[in-house]
């Protein structure tokens, strides 16, 4: 298994361009989630997705579009890039099963610069 | 509504000590906790749970957590601390029937040789 993949690594966009962050899972995981990664803020919550067809908003969701089409993919999509979206975004999954809750895995990260 | 506090920026510990990373949540109803450990550059990696049952939990690396109801606190210990274990450290709660993980906002671990 792969895991949970991210491209790219690093992208640095100007003030207004749009771009698509890239995330894919094999592990036919139900939830799939992104997340960004601030100094001094921790973990924000974007958008998740409790499975294909169905997505909703996070915390912090303005500035930022998702879809799933399929299992495997979660794209997040920067809109009119802003130099506040700068940070470090995090892509995760996890199963939806059982009586229990289960833990997220997640990606080694998009780190974007906004200019 | 769902929050997690982390008190600590950054906690040094001499390897060999014990360490504790604090952690304390607030949920209307029954938590679901975790804590995840990044190092540098690299994506978060998960340590260990608490769903149910047993108030202490034993996860990956030699970690433990207890539990605290009264508390309301999931600290996250070790008994003897290695350099390795120098990291970002992540509690997370999420409530019962509620799909959304809340983080805290991370302790950074320093263990001194």
């Known amino acids: 298994n792969a895991g949970v993949t991210q491209t790219p690594k690093f992208q640095v966009l100007k003030t207004g361009q749009s771009m698509t962050l890239q995330c894919a899972q094999d592990?036919?995981?139900?939830?799939m989630s992104w997340y960004r990664q601030d100094p001094g803020m921790g973990l924000r919550l974007i958008h998740y997705s409790v499975g294909a067809g169905i997505t909703d908003q996070g915390e912090v969701p303005n500035g930022y579009n998702v879809s799933r089409s399929t299992t495997e993919d979660f794209p997040l999509r920067l809109l009119s890039a802003a130099p506040s979206q700068t940070s470090v975004y995090f892509c995760a999954s996890k199963e939806r099963t059982g009586t229990g809750d289960n833990e997220q895995f997640f990606g080694p990260g998009t780190r974007l610069t906004v200019l | 509504a769902q929050s997690v506090a982390q008190p600590e920026d950054q906690v040094n510990v001499a390897e060999g000590n014990p360490l504790t990373v604090k952690c304390t949540y607030s949920?209307?109803?029954?938590?679901?906790l975790f804590w995840y450990v990044q190092y540098p550059n690299r994506g978060l990696q998960f340590l260990l749970k608490y769903i149910t049952g047993d108030n202490l939990v034993k996860g990956s690396y030699g970690f433990e957590a207890e539990f605290n109801k009264s508390q309301t606190s999931f600290h996250l210990k070790k008994p003897s601390a290695l350099v390795s274990d120098s990291a970002l450290y992540f509690c997370a709660v999420r409530m019962g029937g509620y799909q959304k993980v809340t983080f805290g906002i991370g302790t950074k671990l320093q263990v001194i040789p």
């Open positions: 592990m036919n995981h139900e939830y």
């Open positions: 949920v209307s109803g029954n938590p679901y």
